[in-house]
């Protein structure tokens, strides 16, 4: 059977003209989150026959959702193979004043998908990386992630969402099904994700940013950089041995990026390790000529890592360095830390 998620609009139009058809089934698909093609009941008794026979909407299941105490939800997802990956769903509570000027606290959610079942690259500091790699998700499966996730918390079609490709697995190993998912979580008659609120981070695969670039799709792209040199790089993000900091700076150089946004880099602070004034020093003169912002993350422990969190007193000082010489720097706060959602803690489950 075909997972339906795997399709565009202009694929399903294409195999069901006339197109205000496809146009239907994705409104049943991604508006009223329906996953029983019977229920479907603008569309003919034909049309639903035939869908049943080839395509189906169970390629993946929420096998458990687990709550943490700052609203975050993280979400384990069964595939019809028998693997599983994880979805997070990040509340963040923002501050408005009301109309009377009293302070009004407004929700707002990030997804942060996974694209691959575990990740070939291998990162130090990752808990993913160390599980190794299975394979990658299709579109579909990818997609299902955030409808999935809409219709469990009951979010209205037109909620604005922003999707990070921060789970398990490196975005930009899975290529092709990252793009066609970007574009399916796009399409106006479905998700109507906006492409520039979608940000894809990657370890950094020089000649697949080059790709990206190039189809100037208008995503957000994150690099994992945590390193200034290519010594330390090479240890903590093994793809640097493949492409070393100069050359994926160089390609990140040329990546188009919408003229109000700006290239994020991550950088996890590991004590000891890089969180030192020099490396501040350092990543200010790398970073020289970009529209940069850096995000810093503390690193979050799990056993067997080796490494540990760095002090508030030297985070502070790295922070205030990069913010002094005017370049953006936020510090990230871990979310869902208490039920292991947090950067680097997703990891495929025996279930
Ligand atoms: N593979 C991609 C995207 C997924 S990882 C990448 O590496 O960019 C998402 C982010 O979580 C990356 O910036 C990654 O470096 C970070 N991360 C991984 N393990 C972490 C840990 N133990 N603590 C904090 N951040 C971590
Ligand atoms: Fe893979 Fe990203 Fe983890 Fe590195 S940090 S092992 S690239 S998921």
Redesign the pocket.
């Known amino acids: 059977m075909r997972n339906i998620y795997d399709y565009t609009l202009d694929e399903l139009a294409r195999e069901f003209a006339p197109s205000y058809r496809a146009k239907q089934i994705y409104g049943w698909l991604y508006h009223r989150y329906i996953d029983d093609f019977d229920a479907m009941s603008n569309v003919s008794k034909e049309l639903r026959a035939a869908l049943k026979e080839t395509f189906t909407t169970q390629c993946v299941k929420i096998l458990k959702v687990e709550h943490s105490v700052d609203g975050s939800k993280k979400y384990l997802f069964g595939t019809q193979d028998g693997h599983s990956y994880e979805a997070v769903l990040l509340q963040m509570r923002e501050e408005q004043s009301g109309e009377g000027g009293e302070k009004q606290s407004e929700a707002r959610y990030t997804i942060c998908l996974s694209s691959q079942i575990g990740?070939r690259?291998g990162?130090a500091?990752?808990?993913?990386g160390k599980g190794g790699f299975v394979r990658n998700l299709s579109a579909g499966e990818i997609v299902a992630q955030v409808v999935h996730i809409k219709r469990d918390n009951g979010f209205a079609p037109q909620k604005g969402l922003n999707i990070v490709?921060?789970?398990?697995?490196?975005?930009l190993d899975n290529f092709d099904n990252v793009v066609r998912a970007i574009g399916i979580l796009a399409s106006k008659d479905g998700l109507s994700i906006a492409p520039r609120r979608q940000t894809i981070?990657?370890?950094g695969i020089a000649p697949r940013i080059e790709q990206l670039g190039r189809l100037n799709l208008g995503v957000q792209l994150?690099?994992?950089l945590?390193a200034v040199n290519d010594a330390l790089r090479s240890r903590l993000?093994p793809m640097n041995r493949s492409y070393n900091i100069r050359e994926v700076l160089d390609v990140l150089r040329r990546f188009p990026i919408d003229s109000r946004k700006r290239l994020l880099f991550?950088y996890?602070m590991i004590k000891d390790v890089n969180d030192d004034l020099q490396s501040a020093k350092e990543l200010l003169r790398l970073l020289n000529g970009f529209k940069a912002k850096v995000n810093l993350?503390?690193?979050?422990?799990?056993e067997g890592?080796g490494f540990a969190r760095p002090s508030a007193e030297s985070v502070r000082k790295f922070q205030e360095f990069l913010l002094s010489r005017g370049l953006l720097c936020t510090l990230r706060k871990?979310l869902g830390l208490d039920i292991s959602a947090?950067?680097?803690?997703l990891r495929e489950k025996n279930v």
Not at 297 to 302: D, G
Request: with cysteine; hydrophobic share 35%.
């Open positions: 990740c690259v990162c500091f990752c808990c993913t490709f921060m789970g398990m697995g490196e975005p981070s990657t370890s994150a690099l994992s945590h993000v991550e996890i993350i503390l690193f979050n422990p799990h890592s871990s947090a950067c680097g803690q």
